[in-house]
């Protein structure tokens, strides 16, 4: 059985950064994600990486995000630098692609503002 803690989010001025972990158990998906769901918007796909390293952003946040993992942990991460209010979102991790109907953690709150 699949599970999915995220954590690091936090309140955050504008420029600022965080890091956010995954720790996954239970089965290890070849490519993970991280999305966002930002108050009355539908969850979106920011980054991916695959077990090969193979890296993804979505143009909102090219440049400033990095997202890595770490096999052997079971964990992945996501250092958002140069954040900005729209930013401001429940982050999740999981599985490329994962459906609403599919198991998700509980997210963490990352909230950009001065």
């Known amino acids: 059985q699949v599970q999915l803690v995220e954590s690091g989010g936090g309140l955050v001025q504008p420029g600022g950064s965080l890091r956010l972990s995954c720790a996954a158990s239970?089965?290890?998906?070849?490519?993970m994600g991280w999305y966002r769901q930002a108050p009355g918007k539908q969850r979106e796909l920011v980054a991916t990486?695959?077990?090969?390293?193979?890296?993804n952003y979505a143009d909102s946040v090219k440049g400033r995000f990095i997202i890595s993992r770490d096999s052997a942990k079971n964990t992945m991460y996501l250092q958002m630098n140069s954040l900005k209010p729209e930013d401001t979102a429940v982050y999740y991790c999981?599985?490329?692609?994962?459906?609403?109907?599919?198991?998700w953690g509980q997210g963490t709150q990352v909230t950009v503002s001065s």
């Open positions: 999981n599985k490329v692609v994962a459906a609403e109907s599919d198991y």
């Open positions: 239970g089965y290890i998906f070849s490519i």
């Open positions: 990486i695959t077990t090969g390293g193979r890296i």
